[in-house]
Every structure is written in C-alpha cells, then in structure tokens.
C-alpha cells in the first residue's frame, strides 16, 4: 500500500519537473524605428501640412531627449498628414513587408483631447494609402496600438511593398490650434509570416449573387463617393 503510495507521489513529482522544464512561449519581438535622438529624417509631409519640428523639451519626449512636434494649418483633411518612411539607409531600417509586422506602436503627447489617425502609405508620397484608424486622444501621453490588418490591406495592395505608416488630422485640430508631439514610433514582428484569409464572402440563391450586405469589412472598398 505504502509502496503504491510513494510510486504515485515520484510520479506526480515527475510530471511538475517536466511542466516547469518545458518550452516558454515566444515572446513578441518588438523594435523601434523612430525614436528621434539623431535626426527627423527621412520623414515626410504633405506640402500643405504645416510644421514639422524636432523637438529637445524632455517634457514632451517619452524616451531619450527629443520628440517630433506636429503643427497642422492645411485648409482641406487631405493635406493633413505626414508619414514615416520604413525603408531608410540613413536609419538603416527595413520594414516594408507587412507579413512579418503584427502592429505598430507610437507614443503620442496632446495638450487637449482630440481625434488622431494612423495608417499604412504605398506611394513614396504616401498619396496611396489605407484609410487610418481614428483613436481619441486624451490630455498628456497617449499609447496608441494599431493592428496591421493584412486581410483588408491585401485587398489593396502588396503586403511587401508598404512604404511607411502615416499620421492624419482633421480640421476641427487645425480649427482648434491643436498639435502633438510623436515619439518612440515602434513595431511588433512576427517570427512566421501571416497567413492571410480570404474575405470576400458572396452569397447567392435562387440564381443571384450578392455583392455586398455592407456587413464586412472589406465592403468599404467598393464605394466611393464623389
């Protein structure tokens, strides 16, 4: 009886031994592209954006020294962003294949709540582009997290010729005098690339096709208004 005993517990013990011993889960590897201590290159705005500045006020600045300070004055939302470039000899950066980026990370400072974009570019102008993710910024320091969704941006353009992310704004800042500071622009990687889905999803009955319900996401894409 004892001896059935003392063989269970060894056994027990075992099994802890090799749960503790086994395999930890990768961790998501994350790098920084932009963090602004050398220089603003090579980043870029649309000609009727406003100001780009760097910026040394640590106050302003999440890690290291400097930041980038935004200053939007354009007239139309089109004129209202300014990209980041994720292929730079300067830097020595290469980013631009979108099946090993999961997503991108970007400390934001606002002095006042206000609407803030972020998206993917694919022109060396960043004229093509995927339409931004809104997020609401608050008063001070701002995380923001966007996914990279390689389904619907596959829909568009290649995966592997991303040219950058861009920031947009709207006019009610530009109305309101409001301006950020940008800094620690980071992404996470992936160690496999992504395996994309198929999204377009149609139905049919009784002879016809359904081309849109309006209730995916990819169905954004086939209207355009003028």
Same mark, same amino acid.
């Given at each position: 009886?004892?001896?059935? @005993? @003392?063989?269970?517990?060894?056994?027990?013990?075992?099994?802890?031994? &090799? &749960?503790?011993?086994?395999?930890?889960?990768?961790?998501?590897?994350?790098?920084?592209?932009?963090?602004?201590?050398?220089?603003?290159?090579?980043?870029?705005?649309?000609?009727?954006?406003?100001?780009?500045?760097?910026?040394?006020?640590?106050?302003?600045?999440?890690?290291?020294?400097?930041?980038?300070?935004?200053?939007?004055?354009?007239?139309?939302?089109?004129?209202?962003?300014?990209? &980041? /470039? &994720?292929?730079?000899?300067?830097?020595? @950066?290469?980013?631009?294949?979108?099946?090993?980026?999961?997503? @991108?990370?970007?400390?934001?400072?606002? /002095?006042?709540?206000?609407?803030?974009?972020?998206?993917?570019?694919?022109?060396?102008?960043?004229?093509?582009?995927?339409?931004?993710?809104?997020?609401?910024?608050?008063?001070?320091?701002?995380?923001?997290?966007?996914?990279?969704?390689?389904?619907?941006?596959?829909?568009?353009?290649?995966? *592997?010729?991303?040219?950058?992310?861009?920031?947009?704004?709207?006019?009610?800042?530009?109305?309101?005098?409001?301006?950020?500071?940008?800094?620690?622009?980071?992404?996470?990687?992936?160690?496999? +690339?992504?395996?994309?889905?198929?999204?377009?999803?149609?139905?049919?009955?009784?002879?016809?096709?359904?081309?849109?319900?309006?209730?995916?996401?990819?169905?954004?894409?086939?209207? *355009? +208004?003028?």
């Amino acid at each position: 009886m004892y001896r059935k @005993i @003392i063989a269970s517990l060894l056994v027990l013990c075992c099994c802890f031994i &090799f &749960f503790g011993c086994g395999e930890k889960p990768e961790l998501a590897k994350v790098e920084t592209v932009y963090d602004f201590e050398k220089t603003l290159r090579p980043v870029g705005m649309n000609a009727e954006f406003g100001k780009v500045l760097l910026n040394t006020d640590q106050q302003y600045a999440s890690e290291g020294k400097q930041s980038l300070q935004l200053i939007p004055s354009g007239i139309y939302d089109d004129q209202l962003y300014v990209y &980041f /470039p &994720f292929e730079s000899g300067t830097l020595q @950066i290469n980013y631009t294949d979108l099946n090993y980026l999961s997503q @991108i990370m970007i400390d934001v400072y606002a /002095p006042s709540e206000m609407q803030f974009g972020v998206g993917m570019y694919f022109s060396d102008m960043a004229d093509l582009k995927i339409n931004p993710q809104y997020f609401t910024l608050q008063p001070g320091w701002n995380e923001i997290v966007s996914p990279v969704q390689h389904s619907l941006i596959g829909l568009q353009y290649e995966l *592997t010729a991303c040219r950058g992310i861009y920031v947009q704004f709207t006019k009610d800042s530009v109305e309101n005098e409001q301006y950020v500071w940008v800094d620690n622009i980071r992404v996470e990687k992936r160690t496999e +690339p992504v395996e994309v889905d198929q999204n377009i999803l149609l139905d049919e009955w009784d002879g016809y096709c359904e081309l849109a319900d309006f209730e995916h996401a990819y169905q954004q894409l086939i209207t *355009t +208004p003028y």
